[in-house]
C-alpha cells in the first residue's frame, strides 16, 4: 500500500494467510518486528524480479508446505491475536465503554 510509510502493515498479509497463499511482501521494512519472516517471501531477499522468479520456479513442494505451516503456526500463536477480529472487537468495544 505505501512504501513510503514504514511502520504500516496492511490486511493483505493476512487475506494470504487466511486463504492458504504465500505471500510475496514488499512493503514496510519492518515486517519482521511483528510478523515472521518464516511465514513470507521476502521481495528484498532478492536483486531484482527475474532472480525472485526463478526462486519461485524452483521451489520445491516441501518448502512451500514449510512455510505455510508456518503461517498456521503463526495465526494460532498469541502474536497474532493482536490482528484477530477478536481483539479488535474488544478494543473498539472497551472504547465505546469507556466513552459512556
Known amino acids: 500500500n505505501s512504501l513510503n510509510d514504514q511502520e504500516y502493515i496492511s490486511e493483505k498479509i493476512f487475506d494470504c494467510f ?7 511482501y514488499l512493503g514496510s521494512k519492518k ?4 510478523i515472521p519472516k518464516n511465514t513470507m517471501i521476502l521481495f528484498s531477499d532478492f536483486k531484482n524480479f527475474k532472480d525472485l ?10 518448502k512451500y508446505d514449510e ?3 508456518n503461517i498456521q503456526s503463526f495465526l ?4 497474532a491475536s493482536i ?3 477478536n481483539y479488535f472487537t474488544e478494543l473498539i468495544t472497551k472504547q465505546i465503554v469507556s466513552d459512556l
Not at 31 to 34: A, D, G, L, P, R
Open 83 to 85: 490482528y484477530s477480529i
Open 18 to 24: 487466511s486463504n492458504g497463499v504465500v505471500p510475496i
Open 67 to 69: 512455510i505455510t505451516n
Open 31 to 34: 515486517i519482521n518486528e511483528t
Open 76 to 79: 494460532k500463536s498469541k502474536k
Open 53 to 62: 522468479y526463478e526462486y519461485l520456479k524452483s521451489m520445491k513442494k516441501d
